[in-house]
């Protein structure tokens, strides 16, 4: 079956960029079916929505980070990256590679495929 | 933006029974609502989307309802299993806001 997998740094300096990549396996990231997103969580706290990438390159961010992030696709790879720059402590937290699909008309859009998370921690 | 708010923050249930876990959205969502199920350690596992729809392999205790701006979780008989942190999502647009958690225990 289809699987999620984070990887990258799991420690991050203060101001520098934080880069993850979360490869998809057992199925093909260019479904027309899907999109494919990050979810941070920092700890003890709540999911917040980062930004999402269709398989034809295609990004939506949240306004509250979209100055720093950058989300790519690599379909030759079957995965998707992440980069958020300038980082600082309020940005450490697990983060979450998910898959979204849409169920009837008009579509209804869910996260029904989620990766086991990474914890990076931004310090100096 | 829009805004999430779930009640209670935290609950304590015995085995068996009934339990209902609400969100309320700033505006007006229709039938975008999705419920999220986060065990420790663990990433969230999707329950319920487009308000009532049963994920497939969720069981059938939980249910969903509402529309607009008010939706609830319900648990119809509590199991050992089901202690964990309950998220509601609204899926209409972005950035997709989650509520804050409500964290479900086991007495």
């Known amino acids: 079956q289809v699987q999620l997998q984070e990887s990258g740094p799991g420690l991050v300096k203060t101001s520098q960029t934080l880069s993850l990549t979360c490869i998809v396996s057992?199925?093909?990231?260019?479904?027309?079916?899907?999109?494919w997103t990050w979810i941070r969580q920092p700890a003890g706290k709540g999911l917040e929505w980062i930004g999402r990438t269709y398989s034809s390159g295609g990004t939506d961010f949240n306004p509250s980070l979209k100055s720093r992030v950058t989300i790519s696709v690599d379909t030759s790879k079957n995965q998707f990256s992440l980069k958020l720059t300038s980082v600082t402590a309020a940005d450490t937290g697990v983060y979450y590679c998910a898959r979204a699909h849409s169920s009837g008309y008009p579509p209804y859009w869910y996260f029904d495929l989620w990766g086991r998370g990474t914890l990076v921690t931004v310090s100096s | 933006d829009m805004q999430m708010t779930q009640s209670p923050s935290s609950l304590s249930a015995s085995v068996g029974d009934r339990v209902t876990i609400t969100c309320r959205a700033s505006?007006?969502?229709?039938?975008?609502l999705n419920w999220y199920q986060q065990k420790p350690g663990e990433a969230p596992k999707l329950l319920i989307y487009?308000?009532?729809t049963l994920q497939s392999g969720v069981p059938s205790r939980f249910s969903g309802s509402g529309y607009g701006t008010e939706f609830t979780l319900t648990i119809s008989s509590l199991q050992p299993e089901d202690s964990a942190t309950y998220f509601c999502q609204q899926s209409y647009n972005t950035p997709y806001p989650f509520g804050q958690g409500t964290k479900l225990e086991i007495k």
């Open positions: 487009a308000a009532s």
């Open positions: 505006q007006n969502s229709g039938h975008y």
């Open positions: 057992g199925g093909s990231i260019s479904s027309e079916s899907y999109y």
